[in-house]
């Protein structure tokens, strides 16, 4: 069975974002994705700092972060759109599980060769496109496989109620999101 890791760039209560991953994830579940749902909220880091690093190595946040993508073989990640970007809580996260606590560990352990599907929500017209173009740029240097398909809903003030999207056709396109990173990475990783 394949795992996922979901998980938004917003930490806001009520996050637009983290309702949207929670959708594709449930999407995953229901299609055989063995799926953990975090909140990066529940996971506060310092800004990293290699010197802070240097002095106190990776905080235990940050490490257990790390260890959460070290386990799942995919990830369904969304994220606001921050001035063009994707959230300084998401780059943060992603820089510190980035760094080697071992001095034989591989580069990126934790992001190699592992797939990713990203989506995002935002209150303008384009949903955070600019956001996720930038966001596929990151996730690919990373050494990681971004899959084709994303989704980007605007208007996110009214396009959720309780926990759904408002528009059908939509709430489905982020379920087949999850659907369809659990049927690549079954594909990929074959049961025995």
């Known amino acids: 069975m394949s795992n996922i890791l979901a998980f938004s760039g917003s930490a806001r209560d009520g996050s637009f974002n983290q309702q949207l991953v929670s959708i594709a994830a449930r999407g995953a579940q229901a299609a055989g994705s063995d799926v953990t749902v975090i909140n990066l909220k529940d996971y506060p880091m310092p800004i990293f700092c290699q010197d802070l690093e240097k002095q106190h190595g990776m905080p235990e946040n940050a490490a257990k972060f790390k260890q959460l993508l070290t386990e799942h073989q995919g990830f369904l990640i969304a994220s606001p759109e921050y001035n063009s970007g994707y959230t300084a809580l998401l780059k943060n996260a992603l820089d510190w599980a980035?760094?080697?606590?071992?001095?034989?560990?591989v580069p990126l352990s934790a992001f190699k060769n592992k797939?990713?599907?990203?989506?995002?929500?935002?209150?303008?017209?384009?949903?955070?496109?600019?956001?996720?173009?930038?966001?596929?740029?990151?996730?690919?240097?990373?050494?990681?496989?971004?899959?084709?398909?994303?989704?980007?809903?605007?208007?996110?003030?009214?396009?959720?109620s309780?926990?759904?999207l408002s528009d059908g056709i939509k709430?489905?396109?982020?379920?087949?999101?999850?659907?369809?990173?659990?049927?690549?990475l079954e594909k990929i990783h074959p049961k025995d």
């Open 115 to 160: 797939f990713v599907t990203i989506m995002s929500a935002s209150p303008g017209a384009l949903g955070g496109m600019r956001g996720l173009m930038a966001l596929r740029m990151l996730l690919a240097n990373m050494q990681m496989t971004v899959t084709p398909n994303q989704l980007a809903i605007g208007q996110a003030f009214s396009a959720f």
């Open 171 to 184: 709430h489905d396109q982020a379920r087949d999101l999850g659907a369809e990173l659990h049927n690549l």
């Open 98 to 105: 980035s760094r080697a606590t071992t001095p034989d560990e």
């Open 162 to 164: 309780q926990g759904r």
